[in-house]
C-alpha cells in the first residue's frame, strides 16, 4: 500500500461520509477534501493492516481522525489563531469563505467525527465505539490537541510537552483507534504506541525544519512563521542540523520499537523516514 | 423537583467533569460553570425521572447536553458570529480571556461532551454509550445546531425550520439521552420527542419576546438585538402580541404531548410555562 493509493481510499471514504447541500456542508467538503497527505488516516489504515484487519475494517476510524485534524487546521488558521491564508496550497477557510462560516466549520467537522465513530457501520460492538469515541475526544480536547494549541499560542510550558499534546495525541490516536477495533493489549498495543510517540514528535520537529528551510510555493503555507514571530522551537533554539540530527535519531527509535513484527511493519517504518524528509 | 435544585445538583456534577489547571480549564469552568437556568439538564433529568430513573443515572448525559451549549454560547458571541459582549450577566469569554482563547474553549468543551458520554460510568452498556453519542453528534454538527447558527448569520431559510435546527435540535437531544438511557421505544418515547419539539420552538418565541421588551440588565446580555439588526423572527415580523398567543398554544400542545403521564408528568408540563413567561 503506498501513500497515493491510501490518499485516495481515504478521500473517496471522507467524499462519502461528509454532508452535501448548503453553505457549511461546502465549506465542510473545501476543508476536509483539501489535498493532503492523509498521514494519520495512513497511520490508522497500516496499524489496521499490521493487525491483520482489511482497510474497509477501519475506515471509517481513520476518517473520524482525519476529520479531527481537518477540524484543528480551520480554527488554527483563524486570524485571532496563526491567521494563515494559505492551507494546502489554498486559500484557507475563513479566506474563501468568511471566519463566522470557519469557525462553524471546524466545530461541524468535530461533531462529524464522533458521529461517524459512534455510528453502528463503524463496529458491530457498542463498546469499541464508546471506547473509539472516548480514546478520540481525549485526543482532541483539554487533556490533548486543544490544551496543546493554547500552550504553543502562548508560548507556554517546555516545548516537547506541548508538542506532545498539540500534534502528538491525535497521531497517537491515530494508531489507537485501530488498537481499539483489533481489542489489541499485548506487547504489539506497547510498541505500536511508542513508535507513535516518536513519530508525533518527529513530525514536529520536520514541521520546524520546513518552516525554518521550506518556502511558501512547496509548503502551500506561509514559511518562516515560527522564526518571524520568534516562536521557540527546537530549530530556532539549536539551529536546523540539531534538529535533523535529533529527527533522525527519532527516525531510528521509531523503527526500531516495531522489529518485533518483522517485515510486516516497513510501511510503517518507512514512514518515519517520509515524515522527516518530506518536502510540505 | 425544583428547578432551583436541579441548578446546584448539575452544577456540581459539572463542576466534577471539567478539567483544571491551566488558562484553558479556567475558561473552560468559566463558560460552562456560569450562572444559566440549565434547562437542557432539567429536562434530561425530570425525562430520567418520568421514565423511572434516579438522577444519578443520567446526570452525565446531561451534562454533555449542557457542555455542548456551553461550547455554543462561547462561539456563538465570538465577534465574527453574534459579537457580544455580556453573557448570563458577565463579559463573554473572548472579553474575559481573548478571542483564541474563546475559540479553543468552545472546541474543548465540545470534546469534553462526548468525552464525558463515552466513558463507561456514563452506562454500562457500550452501545448505550455509543448511542448517546450519536444523538449528541447529530443534534449538534451540520444535521443541527451548527446548520441551525449558519443560517441564522445569513438570515437563509423559513425561520421555523432554522430555529428548529439552532434551539431544537440541542433540546430534543436534552430528552432524547434519556429515552436512549432507558431504551424507550414505545409511545412515551413519541409522546416526550413531540413535547420536546413543541419546547423548542417554545424557547425561540420567548427568546425572540424577550430580546425585543427585555432590557440589558434583565437579560444579562445584550437586548434589542435582533430588530436592531434587522434580523426577521416572529416577533419583528407579527408583533408581540401574535408570537405570544402563538407561544400559548404551544404551552397548551406541549403540556397536552404528556397527558398519557399523568400527574407525574407536570414537572416537565409546567417546564412550558416557564419557557414562555421566564424574564431573562
Redesign the interface.
Known amino acids: 500500500m503506498t501513500p497515493t493509493l491510501v490518499t485516495a481510499e481515504v478521500d473517496a471514504a471522507l467524499e462519502a461520509l461528509l454532508?452535501t447541500g448548503?453553505?457549511?456542508?461546502e465549506a465542510?467538503r473545501y476543508a476536509a477534501l483539501a489535498p493532503g497527505k492523509r498521514l494519520r488516516p495512513f497511520l490508522t489504515l497500516e496499524t489496521g493492516q499490521l493487525l491483520g484487519f482489511k482497510a474497509r475494517d477501519v475506515m471509517r476510524a481513520a476518517c473520524a481522525v482525519e476529520l479531527i485534524h481537518a477540524?484543528s487546521l480551520v480554527?488554527d488558521d483563524?486570524p485571532?489563531?496563526d491567521d494563515d491564508d494559505l492551507r494546502r496550497g489554498r486559500p484557507t477557510v475563513h479566506r474563501q469563505f468568511?471566519?463566522?462560516?470557519a469557525?462553524?466549520t471546524?466545530?461541524?467537522l468535530?461533531?462529524?467525527a464522533?458521529?461517524v465513530?459512534?455510528?453502528?457501520l463503524t463496529h458491530a460492538?457498542?463498546?469499541?465505539?464508546?471506547?473509539l469515541?472516548?480514546c478520540?475526544?481525549?485526543a482532541?480536547?483539554?487533556?490533548g490537541m486543544?490544551?496543546g494549541?493554547?500552550l504553543d499560542?502562548?508560548g507556554e510550558g517546555p516545548i516537547e510537552a506541548m508538542q506532545a499534546l498539540k500534534t502528538g495525541a491525535l497521531i497517537g490516536a491515530a494508531v489507537e483507534v485501530a488498537l481499539i477495533i483489533g481489542q489489541v493489549a499485548d506487547r504489539r498495543r506497547e510498541a505500536l504506541m511508542a513508535y507513535a510517540a516518536d513519530l508525533g514528535l518527529l513530525f514536529q520537529i520536520a514541521d520546524d525544519i520546513l518552516d525554518a528551510e521550506g518556502t511558501t510555493e512547496t509548503l502551500g503555507k506561509a514559511a518562516g512563521k515560527d522564526s518571524g514571530a520568534g516562536k521557540a522551537n527546537l530549530v530556532t533554539r539549536q539551529g536546523v542540523e540539531a534538529a535533523r540530527r535529533r529527527g533522525e535519531d527519532l527516525v531510528k527509535s521509531a523503527k526500531a520499537r516495531l522489529d518485533l513484527f518483522g517485515e510486516a511493519a516497513s510501511s510503517l517504518q518507512n514512514a518515519a523516514d517520509f515524515v522527516l524528509h518530506r518536502r510540505s
Open positions: 454532508p448548503g453553505r457549511l456542508a465542510m477540524y480554527h483563524l485571532c489563531m468568511d471566519e463566522a462560516t469557525v462553524l471546524g466545530d461541524a468535530q461533531s462529524l464522533f458521529e465513530l459512534a455510528d453502528p460492538d457498542g463498546a469499541v465505539r464508546a471506547d469515541t472516548l478520540l475526544a481525549r482532541a480536547g483539554a487533556g486543544a490544551s494549541q493554547m499560542l502562548r
